[in-house]
C-alpha cells in the first residue's frame, strides 16, 4: 500500500503560508509522497513560490506537484517551476513519473485543464459534476493558529 497525501489550492501568498508549522516534519507518519495539485500560488508570482519551495524544504517524503491557473497570472510559471525544483520538489507539467515504495509502483501524470477540464479525453461529459469544492480561508487559519496558542499555553 502506497500512502499518499494530497492537497490543492494552497494559494501561497505574501502573508499566506501553505502548511502549519511543524506539519511537513511529521508527514512521513502518515504519507509516503505529498501531491500538491494546483494553485499553488495567490498570483502567480516567482516570490510566492519561493515561500512556498522554503515551505517544503522540510518535507521527508518526496513533493510532487502540478500548476494550476493561478500559477499562470503573471506569465511567470518557469521561473515558478525552476524555484520549487531547486527546493527539491518534482513539477510536472504533460509529463509523468513513476515512484516504488516498498516495492509498490505508482504513476503520477501532471495535466493541467482550465475551467472545463480536457473534454473527450475519458468520456467525462456523460458525468455530471458534483465534486464539491473545500478552501480554507485566512480567517480559518488564523484561528487555528490561536486555538493552537492557546492550547499550547494551557499545557
Known amino acids: 500500500m502506497i500512502r499518499v497525501a494530497a492537497v490543492g489550492d494552497v494559494h501561497v501568498g505574501e502573508q499566506r503560508c501553505a502548511f502549519q508549522p511543524g506539519q511537513l516534519e511529521t508527514l512521513a507518519e502518515s504519507a509516503d509522497l505529498l501531491l500538491l495539485a494546483g494553485d499553488l500560488t495567490q498570483h502567480g508570482r ?6 512556498l519551495a522554503d515551505e517544503l524544504r522540510a518535507s521527508p517524503v518526496p513533493v510532487v506537484a502540478v500548476l494550476g491557473n493561478h500559477d499562470y497570472h503573471e506569465g511567470d510559471q518557469q521561473r515558478i517551476r525552476g524555484v520549487l525544483e531547486e527546493a527539491g520538489v518534482i513539477v510536472l507539467q504533460g509529463e509523468a513519473k513513476v515512484f516504488t515504495f516498498r516495492g509498490v509502483r ?3 501524470a501532471g495535466t493541467k485543464g482550465f475551467g472545463g477540464g480536457f473534454p473527450g479525453a475519458c468520456g467525462s461529459e456523460s458525468v455530471p459534476y458534483t465534486h464539491p469544492l473545500a478552501h480554507e480561508t485566512v480567517h480559518d487559519r488564523v484561528c487555528r493558529l ?3 496558542k492557546k492550547k499550547n499555553k494551557e499545557q
Open 46 to 51: 516567482p516570490s510566492e513560490s519561493q515561500r
Open 106 to 108: 505508482v504513476g503520477v
Open 146 to 148: 490561536l486555538l493552537d
